[in-house]
């Protein structure tokens, strides 16, 4: 009998650790130097740098990478575990060697690319020596991938990739960009000429790329793989955005219940007002299903693969934006007015949850997935009505009992009455 919600003691220590390691080490250097942790300067680098080797040590660095990718193959649970404490601080995912969009193209790298390119790119991806970005929506359309134009013609010994993108998140810091065109997924180092990055919008980047050539090597995986390449990554990272959106929202619970035990309304702490009440109950309940639908999916991945969880992972994706929503409300809502200032994190989280319904595609194409791989496992009813129709199973039932029924006048009536009975309700 495996159904088990507890953490083993071992990683629970490192649990403890993280924890404690995030709150006295990574939280103050957010505070005072934020962006320490994916900065190149060179100060600023040497305050990130030792945290980031004290995670090392600990055997914690990288965690999502599976052991047949080469990572310390912890399997997602863990994972999923330890993001839990991660998402709530705004670096701790890069002092983990754990954030996106680094995590998504290392997983495609580390699962399709050559001895050469692993060495080439993701060894030093992951030292964090280099960073990297993912282009795969186009301007015209982001939802429908048979939209996308971008492609890339084969010239000697050359690719030459023509098409533009948008929303690159980080792409202007990039050191290599991976680009989806409709015939192949190709790493582009970003200073290759002909790459060109417009002004708006400035995290998520517009990238023009102009007859951009790059060696027949910069392929990754098969010619016109791009699309099964590009699940692969998205699979993955959908299910890590989830699993730093359930330390979100437990942030946000947190702050609305020590607010509820804080402040005063109408001669009382508001703790006691039933609509109070009412507001962290929902929340207590609406977290706990996101976190255990997050902790289903990563148990479902680690015993079987992304493929076949694929279901569950479309549903903590549309879930996670809804209980953020739903969530951050509450607890902005429950602040007063200062919910409504950047003071405290919830004005953001509250902001992010519209992003959350829709990077990583949006939830409408999630629920479709849902629904239409639900239904595969269901058939029309037979007939004219449905298979819970009363009147009609009883008749079938009855079938079973009729040589009964016929040889006991006395059981047959008292059966006819509680029938009755039963309908009257
Ligand atoms: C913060 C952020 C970061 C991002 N980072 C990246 C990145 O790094 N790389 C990258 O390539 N992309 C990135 N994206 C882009 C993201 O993947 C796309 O925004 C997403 O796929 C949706 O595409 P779209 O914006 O063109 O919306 P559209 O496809 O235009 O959809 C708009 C609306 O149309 C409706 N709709 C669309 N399709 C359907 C459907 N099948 N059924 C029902 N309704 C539908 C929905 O209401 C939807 O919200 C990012 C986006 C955001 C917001």
Same mark, same amino acid.
């Given at each position: 009998m495996a159904w088990d919600f507890s953490t083993e003691p071992e990683f629970q220590e490192q649990l403890d650790w993280v924890a404690d390691f995030c709150v006295n080490e990574i939280e103050p250097l957010d505070l005072v130097f934020p962006g320490a942790a994916w900065s190149r300067n060179p100060k600023a680098r040497a305050l990130a740098d030792p945290l980031k080797q004290q995670v090392k040590d600990r055997g914690l660095w990288a965690l999502f990478l599976d052991k047949d990718l080469g990572g310390p193959g912890f399997g997602q649970l863990k994972l999923a575990l330890l993001n839990e404490i991660l998402g !709530? =601080? !705004? #670096?701790a995912p890069v002092m983990f060697g754990t954030a996106a969009p680094d995590t998504g193209n290392m997983e495609m790298l580390a699962a399709y690319g050559t001895p050469e390119q692993k060495e080439r790119w993701l060894t030093p991806l992951l030292n964090q020596e280099i960073f990297s970005a993912y282009s795969m929506t186009e301007p015209q359309g982001g #939802?429908? +991938?048979? @939209?996308f134009k971008t492609h890339a013609v084969r010239d000697g010994d050359e690719w030459v990739i023509s098409g533009e993108k948008w929303f690159t998140s980080a792409g202007e810091r990039a050191d290599i960009i991976f680009v989806m065109c409709t015939n192949g997924m190709f790493v582009v180092p970003h200073e290759t000429p002909g790459v060109e990055i417009m002004d708006f919008p400035r995290l998520h980047n517009h990238i023009r790329y102009n007859n951009v050539r790059v060696p027949a090597d910069h392929l990754l995986g098969p010619e016109d793989g791009a699309k099964v390449l590009a699940q692969r990554r998205l699979g993955g990272g959908r299910i890590h955005h989830a699993m730093r959106t359930v330390a979100q929202v437990r942030l946000a619970f947190d702050m609305m219940c020590e607010r509820a035990l804080s402040r005063e309304s109408h001669g009382k702490v508001i703790a006691e007002h039933q609509m109070v009440q009412e507001a962290i109950a929902d929340t207590y309940a609406e977290i706990n299903m996101l976190r255990l639908l997050v902790l289903w999916t990563a148990w479902t991945i680690d015993n079987s693969s992304t493929r076949e969880a694929r279901t569950q992972i479309a549903a903590c994706k549309y879930t996670m934006g809804k209980v953020l929503r739903e969530v951050s409300y509450r607890a902005l809502h429950m602040m007063g007015s200062l919910g409504t200032t950047n003071l405290t994190p919830l004005q953001a989280m509250y902001a992010g949850a519209p992003t959350m319904a829709i990077a990583d595609g949006v939830d409408e194409v999630h629920k479709v997935t849902v629904a239409r791989n639900v239904l595969k496992g269901y058939q029309p009813h037979e007939? @004219?009505? +449905?298979?819970? =129709?009363i009147p009609a199973k009883r008749d079938q039932a009855r079938k079973k009992f009729e040589g009964l029924i016929a040889a006991d006048p006395e059981l047959a009536a008292w059966a006819d009455a509680a029938v009755r009975h039963a309908e009257r309700g």
């Open positions: !709530r =601080y !705004r #670096s #939802s429908d +991938p048979n @939209l007939g @004219l009505w +449905p298979t819970e =129709y």
